[in-house]
């Protein structure tokens, strides 16, 4: 699975909206809506605020593992 679906999922998964992520990277809703349709790639520091927000470790967003634990 690669990150950007995994993401995808997460938001989905925590009924959030494209909007809602937006507000907490500080971009457009557009710029969600691309990232999600591989258009546009996240920034480092964009994946980082997200896994926070998400409270999961980087390596299950980019697939190095399927272990899906909130982290401490």
């Known amino acids: 699975m690669d990150y950007i679906k995994r993401l995808k999922d997460l938001r989905v998964d925590n009924d959030r909206t494209q ?6 990277l500080c971009v457009g809703q557009t710029s969600i809506s691309s990232y999600e349709l591989g258009k546009r790639q996240y920034k480092v ?10 409270n999961v470790s980087a390596d299950y967003v980019l697939g190095f593992t399927d272990e899906y634990k909130p982290l401490l």
């Open 45 to 54: 520091e964009d994946l980082i605020k997200l896994c926070e927000f998400y």
């Open 19 to 24: 909007a809602q992520i937006a507000e907490v």
